[in-house]
């Protein structure tokens, strides 16, 4: 009484369909766990990367912080050469100059593109020590003219206000002759 639809399966092709369910159970489940592996991996691999940039950022705010440092330093010293407040030149301009290869190595090489003002500036800080030297120099020579000027004036009184003595009246020659 069975008919074809109850039709007894074989054992072999029960055994295939085991195998297929395992198999594709197997499959299944690598891909699962590998999805879950990746997932993972990718966030641990982000978060690496955003603890690098965030520690390179940090390593750039305290170059800039330094780098600061170093121009308020130079522009102090350059008012102080501008106002004459030293009494020796030539070891401020030393010190500035020093200061400016400072800031330069805190610049480094590759943050050159993250401080391109403070690169702009050290580029641009000798031509105005130059220029600075060349202005000290000219008020220096300023400062020589105008004491000469100052001392002929005084020599030009002087001989001025002997002259208009009468020198009739100081005169003690012989007397009743």
């Not at 130079?74 to 106002?83: F, R």
């Not at 690169?119 to 400062?143: C, F, H, P, R, W």
Request: with cysteine; charged share 30%.
């Amino acid at each position: 009484m069975s008919s074809n639809r109850e039709k007894k399966l074989n054992k072999s092709d029960v055994r295939v369909g085991i195998w297929k369910f395992i198999l594709s159970f197997a499959v299944l489940s690598v891909v699962s766990f590998l999805c879950l592996f990746l997932f993972f991996k990718s966030y641990s691999i982000q978060r690496e990367g955003i603890a690098r940039e965030a520690d390179a950022y940090k390593e750039l705010m305290r170059r800039g912080d330094v780098l600061r440092d170093h121009v308020e330093n130079i522009y102090n010293k350059m008012n102080q050469l501008n106002e004459g407040k030293v009494k020796s030149e030539t070891f401020l301009k030393t010190s500035i100059m020093d200061d400016v290869a400072d800031a330069r190595n805190a610049m480094g090489k590759d943050s050159a593109d993250n401080f391109k003002h403070y690169a702009v500036l050290m580029k641009q800080i000798g031509s105005m020590l130059t220029l600075k030297n060349n202005i000290l120099e000219v008020e220096y020579d300023k400062k020589i003219v105008l004491r000469d000027l100052d001392e002929c004036l005084q020599k030009m009184q002087k001989a001025n206000k002997e002259l208009k003595k009468d020198p009739t009246r100081h005169f003690t020659g012989p007397k009743g002759r």
